[in-house]
């Protein structure tokens, strides 16, 4: 059985996208099949690992509602690496989703089959708390909150963590919190620290080490299709998402 990790927040730009794409290349390098999966209408994650949405004709939303195998949607990326590609098809899922029977379900029943085939699948949920999140966490074993340390980063993690709850009662009793992952991390500012302490007293979540930091290599690496460990591989980004993959994986 593969874990399953979502990675949700329902606010934009705390680097959900980047944290699968780095995540998941990461782990490929300890030897682990990784199926990354592009929940988000906006398709950045597609993008940024070097395929473009409007080239495909089939995606996700085929898979979702469209009775389409995942297997025929799957785009093998690297030896280890493949992706369940997204495009802006996606964008009028929640709303037909809703008229679905068990339409939380969805993706972990179109995920069944390719259990065998990898160590780990990582979902990357879009900015929102709709459906897509939901079938998202409700095919999770994990879900990684990835949390940009400014000062209002926590509003908001309040009403996820109480769609976490709805989803562990409703539909996926074993979905685990692995924590909050800080990413944009200036740790030369107290006040990001103090940001981080707050969070981990008031939520009583975990904080995952190491944090992220923030550096423009990350803007860089999606143009060209990569992630920051080619791109820049001995920088402190690249070696953070190393540590984090090395972290999960014990
Ligand atoms: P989300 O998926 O949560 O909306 P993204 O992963 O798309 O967030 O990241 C938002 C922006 O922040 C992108 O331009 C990305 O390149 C940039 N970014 C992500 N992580 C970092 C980081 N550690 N340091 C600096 N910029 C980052
Ligand atoms: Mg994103």
């Known amino acids: 059985m593969p874990r399953t990790l979502a990675v949700a927040n329902q606010k934009g730009g705390v680097a959900k996208t980047t944290t699968v794409a780095t995540l998941g290349a990461a ?70 989703l809703a008229r679905e029977s068990g339409p939380e379900q969805v993706l972990r029943t179109a995920l069944r089959p390719l259990r065998t085939a990898y160590d780990w699948i990582i979902v990357d949920c879009p900015p929102t708390l709709g459906l897509l999140t939901v079938n998202g966490l409700s095919a999770a074993s994990d879900v990684l909150i990835p949390l940009q340390c400014e000062t209002l980063a926590h509003r908001g993690v309040g009403q996820l963590l109480d769609t976490v709850h709805d989803v562990q009662r409703l539909t996926n009793p074993g979905l685990r919190v692995l924590g909050v992952l800080p990413t944009l991390y200036d740790g030369r500012t107290t ?43 001995a920088s402190p980004g690249a070696k953070a998402y190393r540590a984090l993959a090395g972290a999960l994986l014990h």
């Open 191 to 233: 006040h990001a620290r103090t940001v981080l302490e707050t969070i981990a007293d008031t939520y009583s979540l975990d904080v995952l080490q190491p944090a992220i930091p923030k550096s423009i290599r990350f803007a860089e690496a999606p143009a060209i299709g990569e992630t920051v460990l080619s791109t820049a591989p």
């Open 27 to 96: 782990l490929v390098e300890l030897g682990q099949r990784v199926l990354l999966v592009d929940l988000d209408p906006q398709a950045c994650l597609t993008f940024s690992v070097g395929i473009d949405p409007e080239d495909l004709d089939k995606s996700i939303h085929h898979v979702l509602l469209g009775g389409v195998r995942a297997r025929d949607v799957l785009i093998e990326l690297d030896g280890a690496l493949d992706l369940l590609p997204a495009t802006i098809a996606l964008a009028t899922a929640d709303v037909q």
